[in-house]
Each structure stands twice: as C-alpha cells, then as structure tokens.
C-alpha cells in the first residue's frame, strides 16, 4: 500500500485557490469592463480564463511553486508569479494573433492580466503571513529526535516553506523515552503524534533507529529519517534515489546535463564550422611553416586532459625540430620559477613564422581537432604536459577534473603575463565553481578580442 508517492509534496489547496483568485480577477476584469464599455461579454471570453489558467498552472508547477518544500522568499514569489502571467499572457496572445480572433477585447484582455498578477501575489503573501502567525488545525504534531542544533536550522527552513507542521515535542538521543520499545511508544501514544522525525548524522554516535521505525510502523505514524550529513568546503551536494537507496552526491564540477548536452553541440559545430572556415588559413600556414625551416608542419605533443587522461594535443610547429632537446638548456630561464610551466620570452628555439603565428594565435587552430575528438572543449583549463602535473599537489588536481579547453580564464586574463602558477590555479578554479554556457560564450568573445590585439601572447 502507498508504494509510490510521486505527489506527496504536491501543494493541492494551493492549486485550487490559486485557480479560483484567476477565476474571480477574471469576473472583477468583466465587471469592470462592463461599467466602462457598458457591455457584458463574460461568456463570449470565459475561454479566456481556461486558457490562461492552465498556462499559468503549468508555469508555475514546472518552477516548483506547487511544491511545499519550495522556500517561499518573497521576490521569488513575485518574480515567479510575473513571470507565469507574463507566460500565459504571451501564448494567449499568440493564440489570438494565430486564429485572427479580431473581435477579442484587449482591454478585457490587459485588466485581467493587471488583476490576476496582483491578486494571485497578494494571495501569496496572506498566506505565508498566516503560516507564520498561526499554527492550527491541518498541522501535523511532530516528535523531532536529535540535537538541538539540527533542530534550530531544520525549524527556520521550515518556516520558509508551505510545510504544515508542528514540533509538538523534541527529545534528544540520550533520552530515557528511548531506552526500550514499550517507553517509546508509550511516548507516542501520550503526546498524540502523528510523525516521528529522526535526525540521522554522518559523523558517528547515531542512534540505532531500526526498531524505533517498526513500533511507528506497527503504530501507523509516518516517520522521515533527515539526513545531517557533511559540509565539504568546496563540493555542493544533493540527495536522489537509485532504486530504494537514498543517495547523497557532492560535486565541485557542474552535473547540469542540459548546459552540459549544451557545452557538447557548441564545442562539435563550433570545432567544424571553424576548420571548414579557416581552411585556407590551415593550407597557408602549414605551406609557410614547410618553406620556413626543416621539419613537421604538425607539432604532436602528450597532454594530460579530464582526471589524468592523456591525449595527444596538435598545433603548428612554431618551434625549430629539436626544441625539446634544447629545452633543458634553457630551463634557468624559465619566467615560471616555481617550475610549474615553462615559458620564456623571446624563445631562441621560436622560428620567424612561428613568431608570427604565436603572437596571432593561429598555432592553436589544429587544436579545433583536439575538440572534434572530445579530447578538449572549445573553453575550458589550460591542458599540462606531463611533467607538470608530476609535481602537482592535491590541489592542483582539481583544475583537470574538467575538460581542458583551447581558451579559458587564463588565456582572457593576461596570458603568458601570469607568471605565478597559483594564480593560473585561481583562475582555474574560478572557472570551474562559475561555470555555465553563458560564461564560455562571454570567454569566447573575449578570446576573439585577446586574439585580435595579441594581447598577452609571445
């Protein structure tokens, strides 16, 4: 019995007041019509208001405001109120603009609008000025079981919901109610409760709550187990279901698989479009490289991408052949003396086209095939080589759990002017806590603009 209880946070009484104060605007907006015009045309528009109210429902379910666990802040009741009218509003019209429905009165059409924003706003607030202020019938009497702090937090989130219920009495886990099965329930039976809450921690010292939940069980009170578990000081986390087991996730790299899906198709058409595109600047280079000096037109070179995979990165050779051999013979010159990176201005090995192709950026541009395999992205962190990240702490670690990318914080932020590698790591890892599709499409543009000017390239 009640094996699935897919709705059971679903705020049904909210549903149904909230379509009743758009079905009353939607009668204040026809009498007001009617004493301005001096013309009754409720039932020739009552399909105004179906229409409208289920667009407006289905707004707002999607954005969780029927939901009692949402936090009822209240701009984000304003701002989600606005925004469904301002969606219901923009279909109704375009239904009306499709169907050439002419003879539609948009000054029905505007005060129902105007009513319904305010009315369905108001009716919010009441509400939560009266969750606030009175606690009575409909609220369920709850035994919280923990520690005091829990409970203190667990309370305030509560009062920012629609959650309907009533801490009717809080012992802790040393408690002598607790000491056998018959005091327990005894306690229950006593204190009329309808629902036990049991605080669960990950830190250890938790109570063995197993037979506690078959006396609830066997009683028929509804008992919920509050998962306290750790706070990481980067990582967010959230709880989920695979199968019966409760599942709790921290994650310090975005999980969002719709901006992700997102990141995907702009990396692979974005990689196409560019190689088809720049064609003739491949064959001009690589035919300039070629009568320039002896050797590949292609410089292959082993990188380490997402959590230590290595892949092989392709640019233009902008070096003479034997540049890694002369490498340790310049390796007291290196700008980055905490030995990290290794770059140095006006670089011997660096040949005349090679100049030229660095400081326009053009040596990168094979690395649009880096990202038409999935070994990079268009923006991410700067791909290591492997002796770098040989010398890397824990921390570094963190700045390849993500794709790298051809373009990133560092490379809009000053290039080859950072020289301190902890500030490449902050810039990193910057990117990684912010990320989102809008800001590799802001990283793209200003790459284009760093590109333009050379900004920060040698």
Excluded at 249 to 266: A, M, R
Aim: proline share 2%; charged share 20%; hydrophobic share 45%.
């Amino acid at each position: 019995m009640h094996k699935r209880n897919m709705s059971a946070n679903f705020d049904v009484m909210q549903l149904i007041l909230e379509n009743l104060t758009i079905f009353f605007s939607f009668c204040l907006a026809c009498a007001i019509y009617t004493y301005l015009m001096d013309a009754n045309i409720f039932l020739e528009h009552i399909w105004m208001y179906v229409i409208f109210a289920a667009i407006f429902t289905l707004s707002m379910f999607s954005m969780r405001m029927y939901n009692v666990t949402t936090f009822n802040y209240m701009d984000r009741v304003i701002k989600r109120t606005v925004l469904s009218v301002a969606a219901a509003a923009m279909c109704l019209s375009m239904i009306v603009f499709m169907a050439k429905m002419t003879w539609i009165s948009r000054l029905l059409f505007v005060i129902f609008c105007a009513i319904t924003c305010m009315a369905v706003v108001c009716g919010r607030i009441l509400m939560r000025v009266c969750k606030i202020k009175h606690v009575g019938n409909g609220y369920v009497r709850v035994l919280f079981i923990g520690d005091e702090a829990t409970l203190e937090r667990y309370t305030n989130f509560i009062e920012k919901t629609s959650i309907q219920i009533k801490i009717a009495r809080y012992i802790k886990y040393d408690n002598e109610s607790l000491n056998t099965k018959e005091s327990f329930a005894k306690l229950l039976m006593d204190t009329q409760i309808e629902e036990v809450q049991f605080v669960h921690t990950l830190n250890g010292g938790n109570l063995d709550i197993k037979r506690y939940l078959d006396i609830c069980d066997s009683m028929g009170v509804t008992t919920r187990i509050i998962l306290d578990s750790f706070d990481l000081s980067i990582s967010k986390r959230y709880v989920h279901s695979i199968g019966t087991y409760p599942v709790i996730t921290y994650h310090s790299v975005s999980l969002d698989k719709f901006q992700l899906f997102i990141k995907s198709v702009i990396d692979v058409v974005g990689a196409a479009v560019g190689v088809l595109l720049l064609a003739p600047v491949f064959i001009t280079t690589a035919i300039a490289i070629k009568l320039d000096s002896p050797g590949p037109v292609i410089f292959k070179q082993k990188r380490v991408g997402a959590h230590g995979k290595e892949f092989f990165i392709y640019k233009f050779r902008s070096m003479c052949a034997d540049a890694d051999n002369k490498k340790r013979e310049l390796m007291d010159q290196n700008n980055h003396k905490d030995g990290y990176m290794f770059k140095i201005a006006d670089d011997p090995r660096i040949t005349r086209v090679g100049r030229f192709i660095r400081r326009s950026s053009i040596d990168e541009l094979p690395q649009l095939i880096n990202v038409l395999k999935r070994d990079m992205s268009l923006v991410g962190t700067r791909p290591p080589t492997l002796d770098e990240v040989e010398k890397y702490n824990p921390d570094h670690w963190r700045r390849i759990s993500i794709q790298p990318g051809i373009t990133g914080m560092w490379q809009v932020n000053g290039r080859n002017r950072i020289m301190d590698f902890e500030d490449v790591v902050k810039l990193d890892k910057k990117y990684i806590d912010e990320w989102s599709v809008l800001l590799d499409i802001k990283l793209l543009i200003k790459t284009v603009k760093a590109v333009l000017s050379a900004s920060g390239a040698y």
